[in-house]
């Protein structure tokens, strides 16, 4: 049985020196009230806790001519002694958040495969490189936007090496929906339409890319931070759909699975499950959302008994009752993980 997982760290930039060294001191961490040592010590707990095979990091360090995901986050795997102690980047981009895997060399062979085209600024319709400027009618108006992915997923090739076998993984962060930098309620819904037609027009990308997967009949898992899912916010009557029901497809051979989303999709009103826990100064209270997801092929979903699990420090019962894993869940990061147990 192997374990998959994807965890979005935030700040995770901020716990590195430019060489890659952990910061493990007293100063303030670039999250709420946590110290820099403390957080890194919880994330090492988390992952210690997890003993995942790979992970899919949402926001890891920085990659740029001064700084190095790869060294920062092997020497993050090398420090706490994980099995996942590898790491691999697909493009580098301008945020600080990088989309990176750790994955244990004694079990995988990983490389860095990006699928598609190359494209010149006009950019293409039919799944391009995601590197590249995909050319996409966002608002109806009979003309392509030129839409770029601000974080390009990263297409890791993972080959078993005790059997040969291969299969993919997509790590994902969409573009958020959030209206930043608005400063009046019009403004604020003007930059939240225009940003939720960007995202689903990401989502279309992704999906296209998905579709030619599933149609060579190759095992895929999608994971990573969504920003998005069933009934977040109020512009999704507006667009009919999710970007995550976007990714997934619609029933068939060709749609992939995520139960914590396929439970969502069927619950718009009561308790559904969740991966996130953010604090609104404004109004001195949590908000939690399910944003991260672990999407499989029909293939990978027919394998013996795969299992989900969302290591949440209050609805999970094991993360609640070991009061170590719990405080160091909420100190590490404002995302939980989200791992697969599944037969390859």
């Not at 490389?111 to 494209?119: K, R, S």
């Not at 999407?295 to 009061?323: E, G, N, Q």
């Amino acid at each position: 049985m192997l374990r998959i997982a994807t965890y979005n760290i935030e700040w995770f930039n901020s716990l590195f020196d430019d060489d890659g060294g952990l910061l493990e001191d007293h100063d303030w961490s670039a999250r709420q009230d946590v110290k820099r040592g403390d957080q890194l010590a919880s994330l090492g707990i988390v992952f210690t806790a997890m003993d995942a095979d790979a992970v899919m990091v949402i926001e890891a360090p920085d990659d740029n001519r001064r700084r190095s995901t790869v060294r920062a986050l092997e020497a993050f795997a090398h420090h706490y002694g994980l099995r996942a102690r590898k790491a691999l980047l697909g493009f580098r981009n301008d945020t600080q958040q990088e989309i990176a895997l750790l994955y244990n060399p004694d079990v995988f062979d990983a490389v860095h495969d990006p699928q598609g085209d190359e494209t010149g600024k006009k950019g293409a319709r039919d799944a391009p490189r995601f590197d590249g400027v995909f050319r996409f009618d966002i608002d109806a108006d009979a003309q392509p936007e030129l839409i770029r992915f601000s974080k390009p997923p990263l297409e890791a090739l993972m080959t078993l090496k005790e059997t040969g076998r291969r299969f993919r993984m997509i790590g994902v962060h969409m573009k958020s929906k959030a209206p930043i930098g608005a400063e009046t309620p019009d403004e604020a819904m003007r930059l939240g339409i225009e940003n939720r037609r960007k995202q689903l027009a990401q989502c279309v990308w992704l999906r296209q890319r998905v579709v030619q997967h599933l149609e060579a009949g190759e095992p895929l898992i999608v994971l990573g931070d969504f920003n998005d899912g069933p009934g977040l916010d109020e512009y999704e009557k507006l667009f009919g759909r999710s970007g995550v029901e976007v990714v997934m497809g619609e029933e068939g051979s060709l749609r992939l699975y995520d139960p914590n989303a396929r439970l969502a999709f069927s619950r718009r009103v009561g308790a559904v499950p969740v991966t996130a826990r953010f604090y609104i100064h404004q109004e001195e209270r949590y908000l939690e959302a399910l944003l991260d997801y672990v999407m499989v092929s029909p293939d990978l979903r027919a394998k013996a008994d795969p299992r989900w699990r969302i290591w949440h420090p209050f609805d999970d019962p094991d993360c609640y009752k070991t009061p170590e894993l719990r405080e160091a869940l909420l100190a590490a990061s404002d995302h939980f993980p989200v791992t697969l147990d599944l037969a390859l």
